[in-house]
Every structure is written in structure tokens, then in C-alpha cells.
């Protein structure tokens, strides 16, 4: 079994900042991309940012330069810094994780998510 805990969310004022973390656990052999969505209810689960295991990352366009991904390969963690929060950003917030399991002998990755946090931007 493999879990996605996050932490980090919560309410905050506007262009304040807040950090997300996601911590992976379980039966993990080998994690590749990383990441965070967000969704509203009625809408569709969307990309905030991704992270491959070497580091590249690619950003949501709403996102760019305030939000900035980062990971620990050590720690099978992934982390979200968000400064200049606005209203628009109020979501639930979701950890990603392609993870290798180890219970085939190739490699075979499969998609796994946290439980979601709550990130309320007031205005």
C-alpha cells in the first residue's frame, strides 16, 4: 500500500502565502513525477505544478511566478510554496505521486493521491 499525507492548507487573506507538503509513504521503490492539482466542486481535478524526479518542473499558467514547486527524493516528499495567494486560488488542493511499487520485477508506475487539503484565499 502506498499513502499521500498532506498538510499545510488552511485560510488565509489575500497576497498572503501558505505551504502545502506531501509526504509518501508505504510500499515505494521508486517515485517519478510529483505534484499538486486543485479542484472546485462541479469542475474537473486541474495541474498546479509537476515535478519530475530530476527536477524539471512545469507550472499551471494562473500559477507562474507565485507558486514554486519543490522535492526531496531522500524524504519521498513535495512541497508547494504559494505567495501572492488571491480569492481565485481557494480550492482543494491535491498531492500526486506516480509511484513504482516494486510488485512487478520491471518497473511500473502507478498515479496515487492524497486525501486533499482545504485552501481558502479571503479577499
Known amino acids: 500500500q502506498v499513502q499521500l499525507v498532506e498538510s499545510g492548507g488552511g485560510l488565509v487573506n489575500s497576497g498572503e502565502s501558505l505551504r502545502l507538503s506531501c509526504a509518501v509513504s508505504?510500499?515505494?521503490?521508486?517515485?517519478?513525477?510529483m505534484g499538486w492539482y486543485r479542484q472546485s466542486p462541479g469542475k474537473q481535478r486541474a495541474l498546479v505544478a509537476l515535478?519530475?524526479?530530476?527536477?524539471?518542473?512545469n507550472y499551471a499558467d494562473s500559477v507562474k511566478g507565485r507558486f514554486t514547486i519543490s522535492r526531496d527524493n531522500a524524504k519521498n516528499a513535495v512541497d508547494l510554496q504559494m505567495n501572492g495567494l488571491k480569492s481565485e486560488d481557494t480550492d482543494v488542493y491535491y498531492c500526486?505521486?506516480?509511484?513504482?511499487?516494486?510488485?512487478?520485477?520491471?518497473?511500473?508506475?502507478?498515479?496515487?493521491w492524497g486525501q486533499g487539503t482545504q485552501v481558502t484565499v479571503s479577499s
Open positions: 500526486y505521486a506516480a509511484v513504482d511499487s516494486g510488485k512487478y520485477y520491471a518497473a511500473a508506475f502507478d498515479d496515487y
Open positions: 508505504g510500499r515505494v521503490k521508486r517515485i517519478n513525477n
Open positions: 515535478i519530475t524526479r530530476d527536477g524539471r518542473t
